[in-house]
Structures are given as structure tokens and as C-alpha cells.
């Protein structure tokens, strides 16, 4: 039995690999409609072998169709989803929007799946930020095993996570620095070509940007309130994919040798982890591929119980349209779509 299946946001970048992985995972798909603002009807996106033409999200039916992806600004979710929810479908939301409602889950499949049975509540399912869904995905295990005590992450974010106003300006400054001269940022506040920027988001008052805090507020989520994390968020001159230095300090004992092991049995997670000059993973690589990837890996002397870890994983995938499909799967696994009979 598949379902009808609507995607919100569909011309950008990730709503566009929401479509590409439906299509690749053989998703239960009876019919797929492609939703975005006014401006956008018509244009036709991909699924498949087949292209689509969008629909306008003022005048679409929602209670015509069993699931809706979202890959929206903040605003549009708080304006929308809660609306399409009341219509019946569950919306698999992937902006910040309802991350810390109460009633919403925010879920990560290979670290709190039983808290899609929460689903219904306000049938709405938050999407985490991209560079939270790779930290937790590695994280869970390890806490598992030996309880950890506090996380210090510094991230190297690629521009694909500023949508694709931020690719193009990476690739315009880029050209402009060897061939058109010089040209003022746009999406970013300084210059991203051949250069990183300590910033991402917006300050709060304790000097931490909302990137920033988005990552230890749904880290507490989804894993563990008691957990201390600590975040310099950077971004970083590459197109798809982010990088996250983290270290690790435990309650329990735990050595890098049983760490390589667990990681390596943990879903979701590849470790390529080789004392080489070519025995680690970069985002580069990373790209377009499903897992998390962990190399790396080695302890921390300066802490009793400790360890350091270098994370990839590609963000438009794993940390945005991927698992939001993979949330689809698993809801599709314990049978919490309601389904509506096709005309």
C-alpha cells in the first residue's frame, strides 16, 4: 500500500533531495505532489523519471493527502504546519520551528525512535538542525555505553546549510578572487571564499549564537538533559557536507578501542579510521552518501575518561531531507500513517 505524499518547499535544495530520496529509498508512494509558494507554480522539479510541476501551498488540499515533508523557513512552519497537521496528515518538519515544543518529537531514527509514537499529538515531527542530527547519531552509543559528562564541539559548517543563496555566493566570491575581482558579501557577513566565518545564525545575550545553542537544547532532547555541550559553530568555505571536532569526557570508563568497535556495530555510522595520511573521511567524500562517518578516533589524556572523534556527515542528506525520510520509513514501520482512500 503506498501513500500520497506531499513535499512543502520543494524547489530548494532540500526539498528537492527530499524527492531524490523518496524516489531512491522506494519510499510507498502512490502520489507525490510537489508545494511551494506562489511564485513557484509551475516550475517543475524531479521524482524519479518523472518531472513535476509545483502546486501553490495557498490553494493545495492538504486532507487529500497522508504525509507532508517540509523544508520551510521558521516562520512559514509556524504559519503552516500546524494547520496541514489539523487536516490530517503528520508533517515532517525540517526547520526550527517546533523543535522544543513539548508536545512535538524531535527525532533522530537511530537515537530515540520510540518517540515517534508521539507522533499524533499535534501530528507534527521536528526534523533536528543539521548539525545536531550527525553529533546525536554518534553520541548515542557512546552514552549508552558509558554515560558521558560533557561534549566540547567546534563545527566546520558548508555553505549548502545557508541554502542556495549561500552556494552561489561561495561560488561567485571564489571566481571573483581569480578572474572577476572582488565582491561584497550578501548571505554571508564576510567574505566565505577562502576564508571561515566564527558565525552562524544570530547572538544571544551569552555571546553563543542560536546555531549554537540549537545544538546543546536538542542534544538535551533527544539524548539527555544532564549531558554538558558546548558549541563554536564555523562556517566554512565547502559546498556540501559538515565537520565536527568533538571531544568527549565520561562518568564510565571507556578506551578508543572498545569506542571504534561500538561505533562501527552503531546504525547509521561508518567508521573509516586508519593512523595513515589517507585513513579519515572529509566532507568532500561524504557527499551525497546516507551515513554518518567517524574517524579520528583516539583518547584524551587530559581528562580521566575521554575521547576525541571527527564527525562528517553530508547536511543536505543525513542532517536534513534523509531523515526526515527515514522518519517517513519509520513511521510507515509501526503503521502511524493514516492513510485516505485514493479517488
Known amino acids: 500500500m503506498g501513500y500520497r505524499v506531499a513535499v512543502v518547499g520543494a524547489t530548494g535544495n532540500v526539498g528537492r533531495e527530499m ?24 516550475v517543475q522539479v524531479s521524482f524519479g523519471n518523472s518531472n513535476i510541476a509545483c502546486e501553490d501551498v495557498e490553494q493545495f488540499d492538504f486532507s487529500t493527502v497522508d504525509l507532508v515533508l517540509m523544508s520551510v523557513s ?58 545536531t542530527a550527525q553529533l546525536v547519531v554518534a553520541l548515542k552509543p557512546l552514552h549508552d555505553r558509558a554515560r558521558i559528562k560533557r561534549v566540547v564541539v567546534a563545527t566546520y559548517q558548508s555553505v549548502s546549510g545557508a541554502g542556495k543563496e549561500g552556494m552561489d555566493e561561495l561560488w561567485d ?21 577562502f576564508n571561515v566565518i566564527p558565525f552562524i545564525g544570530a547572538f544571544n545575550d551569552d555571546g553563543y549564537t542560536d546555531e549554537e545553542a ?4 536538542e542534544t538535551h ?17 565547502v559546498m556540501v557536507g559538515h565537520s565536527e571536532a568533538v571531544n568527549i569526557e565520561f562518568h564510565d570508563p571507556i578506551d578508543e578501542d572498545e569506542a571504534r568497535e561500538l561505533l562501527r556495530e552503531s546504525p547509521g555510522i561508518i567508521v573509516i579510521d586508519k593512523r595513515d595520511d589517507k585513513g579519515y573521511i572529509t566532507p568532500k567524500e561524504a557527499q551525497g552518501e546516507f551515513p554518518v562517518f567517524i574517524s579520528r578516533i583516539r583518547n584524551d589524556p587530559t581528562v580521566e575518561h575521554g575521547l576525541n572523534l571527527w564527525v562528517v556527515a553530508d547536511n543536505l542528506r543525513k542532517g536534513a531531507a534523509l531523515n526526515a525520510v527515514q522518519i517517513a520509513q519509520l513511521l510507515d514501520e509501526r503503521g502511524l500513517i493514516r492513510t485516505k482512500a485514493l479517488a
Open 19 to 42: 524527492l531524490n530520496i523518496l524516489e531512491e529509498v522506494n519510499f510507498p508512494v502512490d502520489k507525490i505532489h510537489a508545494i511551494a509558494s506562489r511564485k513557484s507554480i509551475g
Open 74 to 131: 521558521g516562520s512559514f512552519s509556524k504559519q503552516w504546519a500546524a494547520k496541514i497537521g489539523a487536516a490530517g496528515p503528520i508533517v515532517i518538519d525540517n526547520s526550527s520551528a517546533w523543535r522544543m515544543d513539548p508536545d512535538v518529537p524531535l527525532i533522530v531514527p537511530e537515537v530515540n525512535p520510540d518517540d515517534v509514537d508521539f507522533a499524533h499529538k499535534k501530528n507534527i515531527i521536528a526534523n533536528p538542525n543539521c548539525s
Open 173 to 193: 566570491q571564489t571566481k571573483g578572487v581569480f578572474v572577476l575581482g572582488p565582491s561584497e558579501p550578501k548571505k554571508f557577513p564576510k567574505q566565505i571564499a
Open 214 to 217: 540549537k545544538m546543546w537544547n
Open 221 to 237: 532532547k533527544m539524548i539527555d538533559p544532564a549531558i554538558k555541550l558546548t558549541v563554536t559553530c564555523v562556517r566554512v568555505p
